[in-house]
């Protein structure tokens, strides 16, 4: 069965499109009327497919929007920025600067992160997986237009600060009672009913908490736990797991394999209630993960460290720094920089799933360090993708002006006038490759040398140990 969510709040995954009729738009457009609010709202279409020009741009303007074109993403940005739409509609197939990077940028920028963003593409969707964020060009003039509507009310009505929950389990019933009880708090539900769409649907988006039923048709729950807690993504995710088996192993097991609770099925609804509410809790004060970036903190990194000492395995470590990072900080606000930190940690953890192993580690030091714990084999893949990515989204995070100048103007830290590039990433690679490592004070000591001569050189640089 399909991946289900609530229909209260669907602004940050609308569903797609789907064909009705073969109809070419042009002519539908001819004689479509639309009833739409009276000020519908303002749409940024970026992307010369989806042009003022386009049929897209004439129907969205005959239902009533306002339509702002930019003709590619940086003008994009720069026009989201300044003009703050009400949805934004991308060209999926942009050139130089693609949708995903615009996106990027658009989802972790202050200015432009609760816009709600759509990709439009004139290729028919395949019906065997899940389409999300996707326009399907060709589909019926009245299902696009009620469709964006849909997605510009929901965005107008959600709060983006509230926790999102997965529920993975096969109980329909279950499903529907918790649901209920945990919008009611005001809670955002996703819903899954095999362990494959909840892992799934784990990959796809970052999640506050996941309710884990162990008794699953597909794949055992403790596997799933299992799978859940060597990704990165989700490895100090709040889980609770849920079963029928009230027995002192089951739960002894749930708890070392990294389950944060365990409920006995019939549970009190108001009880696995009061218990969502105290893990989310729990995981806000505790240090296990950095609170910008979600991803684990020094306590966890250290932990991923000497379990690898520990077992004598083979490993490298990316140390990675942002240069340059506290003149743009001073220049745009602390806002602007917490994007960029963002943005640093969207492009490690993309460069380990490119080019690294399924169970390699990222980590948030604080402020603009990172490290990526990875094998000896895959340290400068991985680094060498991370700073092609970032120095592709660098120029984005800048002003149309800033950017045509190409550096900023700030003081350093003596309160001298100061020129400074764009920001770039220097990331130093200390291994076991060629010297063992004992303990993890030493992996700190080793990557000292390596990331002063990346920082030597100006630009993103990799740098590894002698």
């Known amino acids: 069965m399909p ?29 479509v009327h639309i009833a739409t609010p009276p000020d519908p709202g303002r749409l940024l279409l970026i992307g010369a497919l989806i042009g003022q020009e386009a049929p897209i741009a004439r129907l969205l303007h005959q239902a009533g929007y306002r339509v702002i074109q930019a003709t590619n993403g940086i003008d994009g940005i720069d026009i989201a920025r300044e003009q703050r739409p009400d949805l934004i509609i991308i060209d999926r197939e942009l050139p130089v600067i693609g949708a995903s990077q615009v996106m990027k940028v658009l989802r972790e920028d ?39 509507a849909k997605i510009i009310a929901a965005a107008r009505a959600t709060d983006a600060q509230t926790p999102t929950l997965l529920i993975i389990d096969d109980d329909a019933d279950i499903q529907r009672i918790l649901m209920l009880r945990l919008q009611q708090d005001g809670y955002r539900v996703v819903q899954a009913l095999t362990a494959a769409e909840g892992l799934m649907a784990a990959q796809k988006q970052a999640f506050d908490l996941i309710i884990l039923d162990l008794l ?21 995710t709040p889980i609770i797991l849920l079963s029928a088996r009230n027995s002192a192993p089951e ?39 950095n609170p910008s970036t979600r991803l684990p ?20 470590v990316c140390y990675a720094d942002i240069d340059n990072f506290k003149a ?53 893949q991985v680094a060498n993708h991370a700073i092609r990515n ?16 190409g550096y900023i103007d700030a003081l350093d830290r003596q309160g001298r006038p100061t020129r400074y590039p764009f920001v770039s990433l220097s990331i130093a690679i200390v291994s076991t490759a060629k010297h063992p490592i004992h303990h993890v004070a030493e992996v700190a000591q080793r990557s000292v040398e390596p990331k002063k001569r990346a920082k030597e050189i100006v630009g993103s640089n990799v740098a590894v140990e002698g």
């Open 3 to 31: 991946l289900q969510e609530s229909t209260l709040r669907v602004a940050e995954r609308p569903a797609i499109i789907r064909v009705v009729d073969n109809q070419d738009m042009e002519d539908s457009t001819k004689q």
């Open 110 to 148: 202050p200015d432009t992160k609760t816009i709600p963003l759509i990709a439009a593409t004139t290729q028919a969707p395949d019906d065997t997986t899940e389409h999300n964020d996707l326009l399907w060009l060709k589909a019926p003039p009245h299902a696009i237009v009620t469709h964006i």
């Open 216 to 236: 699953l048709p597909d794949i055992d729950g403790f596997s799933v736990l299992g799978a859940l807690r060597a990704r990165n993504a989700t490895a100090t």
């Open 251 to 289: 739960k002894v097991r749930g708890l070392q394999l990294g389950a944060d609770d365990y409920v006995t099925k019939p549970f009190s609804p108001a009880e696995l209630q009061a218990r969502v509410w105290a893990a989310l809790r729990r995981y806000e004060r505790e240090a296990g993960a």
């Open 297 to 316: 903190g020094n306590v966890a990194i250290e932990r991923a460290l000497r379990r690898r000492i520990d077992q004598s395995a083979p490993f490298a």
């Open 328 to 380: 743009y900080n001073d220049t745009y606000s602390f806002l602007k920089g917490d994007a960029v930190i963002h943005q640093t940690a969207n492009v490690l953890l993309e460069a380990v799933t490119q080019q690294g192993n399924y169970d390699d580690f990222v980590g948030h030091i604080g402020g603009d360090d990172f490290v990526v714990i990875t094998t000896p084999d895959r340290a400068e």
């Open 390 to 405: 970032f120095d592709l989204l660098s120029p984005l995070f800048y002003d149309a002006e800033t950017r045509k100048r």
